[in-house]
């Protein structure tokens, strides 16, 4: 009797590791892809809740270029989320990441302090150190850029927490950065005059070098598989400016740069939920005065937070505005990692025509009450 019972020791012993051992995370291959035979782009399908659908097939899908429809040739879900299986009570062995392409998860966190106020600057600070120690796992791959740092092309990524909070620390507000008087200056300082086309020319600088900051932080993760984040802490940029050509070229230049290397732009407003009727710091005004003051508020405030919701919405991923909670919108935007779908579809035989310019693509679901997120488009330039 005591030999079977050593053996089944034995064997439940051996059995262990087994159990306990991590899921394999597959290779990650290329999330877009462009050739005359095969169009392939990336998409988040979630239900009402925000929860994501990770069942459906090729049938549920519908995609338009251009506004014509397209033949779904595959459809793949991407699991990303990689949890450890710890079904024989074993604690889960410690990852040690050797080189970028071991990482989970590529976060290049770029913040426009160019013209943050002292409290936004202050929020992120505080909302990013939480983000670095309780939200990033031992193999996520991050970099902290400042868009009043040095240019380059070439970020210090790093596994490490330690450089991370170093980076996150260096966060100071500069009176030398401070931008002109924004929506929520007193009314006398904000609505007495226009802007003269110095502050126009300066704050349309300020959109373009933030947009050029993210494509450098684009370039240096191009070559590293799989679906990359670039996470944008910014107060927002005014879309009334697409009509200069240099923030236009900007924005269909980064659209096109994120697309072909598999970025998704997330974007967090660090202002949180804006008041933006009469304060006492306006001084007396009529009733007309006091509604006409919050009304151009709003629409200042509208208007840069249009910025940030269109460069999320041309990459498959999302704004944050109006909310206090910064580090709950990080953690939004890691919860957004679990998975993606890989939808691929036969081209047009005009899609790749010099003259074309940028195609527009539009994915639908056919369920009901489901939401799909996905890139807005691409220039007919073929990768493949």
């Not at 979630?46 to 994501?52: N, P, Q, V």
């Not at 600088?205 to 191009?222: G, K, M, P, S, Y």
């Not at 598999?262 to 710091?281: E, H, N, Q």
Request: aromatic share 8%; with cysteine; proline share 5%.
């Amino acid at each position: 009797m005591r030999p079977r019972l050593l053996l089944v020791l034995a064997l439940l012993v051996l059995s262990i590791p087994l159990f306990a051992q991590r899921q394999e995370r597959p290779q990650a291959g290329p999330v877009f892809r462009l050739s005359v035979s095969l169009v392939q782009v990336d998409a988040v399908v979630t239900d009402r809740k925000g929860r994501h659908v990770t069942t459906l097939g090729p049938a549920d899908f519908q995609v338009f270029e251009d506004g014509k429809p397209q033949a779904v040739t595959a459809v793949a879900y991407m699991h990303t989320d990689d949890r450890y299986l710890d079904e024989a009570g074993v604690p889960e062995p410690p990852m040690i990441p050797r080189t970028p392409r071991d990482a989970r998860r590529v976060i290049g966190v770029v913040v426009d302090d160019s013209r943050m106020t002292f409290e936004s600057i202050y929020r992120t600070r505080m909302g990013l150190r939480r983000f670095v120690d309780a939200e990033l796992q031992p193999d996520d791959l991050v970099t902290v850029v400042t868009t009043s740092g040095e240019r380059g092309t070439s970020w210090p990524f790093t596994f490490s927490r330690p450089e991370l909070r170093a980076a996150v620390n260096r966060l100071r507000f500069s009176l030398s950065r401070a931008s002109a008087a924004g929506a929520l200056e007193p009314l006398e300082n904000a609505f007495e005059r226009l802007p003269t086309s110095f502050e126009r020319h300066r704050e349309e600088q300020f959109a373009v070098n933030a947009l050029n900051r993210i494509a450098e932080v684009i370039a240096a993760v191009r070559e590293l598989p799989g679906r990359k984040t670039v996470l944008l802490v910014s107060e927002g940029f005014s879309m009334s400016g697409l009509n200069d050509w240099q923030i236009r070229d900007a924005m269909y230049t980064l659209v096109d740069h994120a697309n072909r290397a598999g970025v998704v732009i997330y974007c967090v407003d660090p202002r949180g939920l804006v008041f933006t009727g009469f304060s006492a710091a306006d001084g007396n005004a009529s009733p007309a005065a006091m509604a006409d003051v919050s009304a151009r508020r709003s629409d200042a405030l509208l208007q840069t937070q249009d910025g940030l919701r269109y460069v999320a919405d041309q990459t498959g991923g999302f704004a944050v505005v109006n909310n206090n909670d910064m580090p709950g919108a990080f953690r939004r935007v890691l919860d957004d990692q679990r998975g993606y779908y890989l939808i691929g579809f036969q081209p047009s035989e005009d899609t790749f025509k010099a003259d074309k310019g940028f195609r527009r693509v539009k994915v639908k679901v056919t369920g009901k009450g489901l939401r799909v997120r996905t890139r807005a488009g691409f220039f007919g330039v073929a990768t493949e």
